[in-house]
């Protein structure tokens, strides 16, 4: 490892972030880096300007206390008895996302037994407290500090911890033995078919500290398999850090095979692949046996559902998503398989998950139906606000477009209470929010090829809005761009350093819109071919997509090749024969009603 400057990627570089700074802090310490290099000073004196450790977040904190770096006392109260609660009850696990419940459950059984494993002083972080830690008064420091006015919710649920604290301290034991079985018994189910618990590097890693607390010895085959999950989210690359090439180590936090495939899929059918050709098919044979089989957590929301969706990962059996199933099944619609029985089965199958899903709010979530109960987001442990999956206007767009692409219109009973949520949701300036990825140019081309394939008319004035303000977003350079800041400050929503894949969205927004030969059209294509490569790809290195809003963003490495090549395939298209490919298979999906399936 070089010591020196910390090393800078891009042009832009983001505000500091207390809580990634105290874990890259803390994790440098581990891995020997003194408290006295330059690098180091720099960061403490940044983290200790910001608040110090008691201004990280919750999650922070856990790890923290783990390495008696924090104080167990300091961590919001999260008694595994939560287990016992029927599931669904207005505070059940169910209530939340599958991601929280999936990173939740096995906290639940490292709670129930606190460990700690200590660290020499050399390694520890004290130097990161603004004052001593013995003198700091948990109850007055992030996420208990109270609101002003006597009655919240927030003051409610911070009363509700001390109570907690106040059980935790004596819990009955019958009651928290059965609590902690039926803990281990849930994620233990859950390991199986998962490719490592939910899919998601958060509730992998708990798993691992919850199955030692559980006795499981390090040579257990359970824990070994969890491990060599782990490491299987290894890339190794190398990078520019400025003064020459580094070899480099980091995680991903998961696996995208079912997404990239489908996306790619999808962009090679409007470049004009035929519909049998070899690839595509192999592509969607393998897509097909990942169709999911099983009952997963989404039955309590959606009891009516029969397994059909898709999953993000190579494996994820229980947690299939509405974002992947819409785009499998988009791509399966547009080939052509050899078994057309199995091919009609498996997509009938999806289509009717997604119905099943479709909230009463007349939107998708990704995971779960419903789960929207906001006042979950006000708890100390969610001082992260990513507790929930409601529905989302980009989910909404991209089962509008599955629709279409089915050959369905505006009279299936599901797409007028979809184009009622996405008017509600549409911001002030024309633009929507875009939950799943960077920000609101994702968003609002989300929704906009959504209305364009489902058969509104594009000329409506909320359309022409978002059209308005995709090109009053477009950079001097020709593309566009957004900072993962917008999430954070919707005042720089549309706005940041131009990107291929964000450029490539507001392209395919524009030209689902109509918009085929504006300025605005032929300054971003020309700027996806100027800064195409010698070997036909395009570089970014910018994070498009996005995990958690303002907790952590995620960098698909093909985003930028796929979604500028299905941006000039379209626009290629519509000016030749002036409609998207994916128009033509839509109009012949429609005329033969060969995907109409019982509603």
């Known amino acids: 490892m070089r010591s020196g400057n910390p090393r800078r990627f891009g042009t832009c570089r983001p505000p500091s972030e207390i809580s990634a700074s105290v874990k890259a802090y803390f994790a440098l310490k581990l891995s020997g880096v003194p408290a006295d290099e330059s690098f180091m000073i720099q960061a403490r004196d940044a983290i200790l300007a910001k608040g110090g450790v008691v201004a990280a977040n919750v999650f922070t904190k856990i790890a923290l206390a783990l390495f008696d770096q924090y104080d167990w006392r300091g961590i919001p109260s999260m008694p595994p008895e939560i287990m016992l609660l029927p599931k669904r009850f207005v505070f059940s696990l169910y209530a939340v996302s599958y991601w929280s419940r999936t990173v939740l459950i096995p906290l639940l059984i490292v709670f129930a037994h606190r460990p700690i494993c200590r660290l020499p002083a050399e390694q520890g972080i004290e130097e990161l407290y603004v004052e001593p830690r013995a003198r700091v008064r948990y109850r007055e420091v992030p996420p208990f500090k109270k609101d002003a006015a006597w009655w919240t919710w927030r003051n409610l649920f911070i009363t509700l911890d001390s109570i907690l604290k106040l059980y935790d301290r004596l819990p009955l034991q019958a009651l928290r033995k059965a609590a902690v079985t039926k803990a281990a018994d849930w994620m233990l189910n859950h390991l199986k078919g998962s490719g490592g618990l939910g899919g998601i590097y958060p509730a992998m890693a708990n798993s691992i500290v919850a199955l030692r607390c559980l006795g499981y010895s390090v040579d257990h085959p359970l824990v070994v398999k969890a491990l060599r999950e782990i490491e299987e989210l290894e890339v190794n690359e190398v990078v520019n850090d400025g003064r020459g090439q580094v070899e480099t180590l980091h995680l991903q936090p998961c696996f995208s095979p079912v997404w990239d495939t489908s996306l790619l899929i999808n962009a090679l059918i409007e470049v004009g692949l035929p519909q049998d050709h070899p690839a595509l098919l192999k592509a969607g044979q393998w897509l097909i046996s990942c169709q999911t089989t099983k009952e997963g957590d989404w039955k309590v ?49 999806g289509y009717q998950w997604v119905m099943a899903m479709q909230g009463s709010d007349g939107g998708w979530g990704a995971y779960d139906k419903d789960n929207n109960r906001t006042v979950f987001n006000l708890i100390p442990f969610a001082d992260h606000r990513a507790l929930l999956d409601p529905s989302t206007a980009d989910l909404a767009g991209r089962c509008l477009e599955l629709l279409g692409t089915l050959g369905y219109d505006r009279t299936h009973p599901a797409v007028g209470p979809a184009l009622q949520f996405l008017r509600q949701e549409q911001e002030a300036d024309g633009s929507w929010y875009g939950r799943w990825g960077v920000n609101y140019i994702y968003g609002t081309w989300s929704v906009l090829a959504g209305l364009r394939a489902i058969g509104e008319d594009m000329t409506m004035p909320y359309v022409r809005k978002a059209v308005a303000w995709l090109e009053s977003k477009q950079n001097p350079d020709g593309g566009w761009g957004e900072s993962c800041v917008s999430y954070a400050d919707p005042t720089m929503a549309g706005m940041g350093d131009s990107t291929p894949s964000q450029t490539a969205w507001a392209l395919i927004g524009l030209l689902s819109a109509g918009v085929t030969d504006s300025i605005s059209v032929v300054r971003g294509v020309n700027y996806l071919l100027r800064h195409q490569r010698h070997d036909g790809s395009w570089f970014e290195n910018r994070h498009t997509g996005t995990g958690f809003p303002r907790v952590f963003y995620l960098r698909y490495h093909w985003y930028c090749q796929y979604f500028p090549l299905w941006a000039l395939a379209m626009y290629r298209n519509f000016r030749t024969r002036g409609q998207a490919r994916a128009d033509e298979l839509r109009l012949n999906a429609r005329e033969t009603g060969r995907f109409r399936f019982p509603s």
């Open 301 to 349: 929301s959606a009891p009516q559902a029969e397994p059909g969706g898709w999953y993000f990962q190579f494996e994820n059996e229980m947690y299939p998503d509405i974002d992947d199933t819409a785009e499998v099944l988009m791509a399966l619609a547009k080939l052509r398989l050899a078994s057309r029985d199995a091919q009609q089965h498996s997509i009938a199958r």
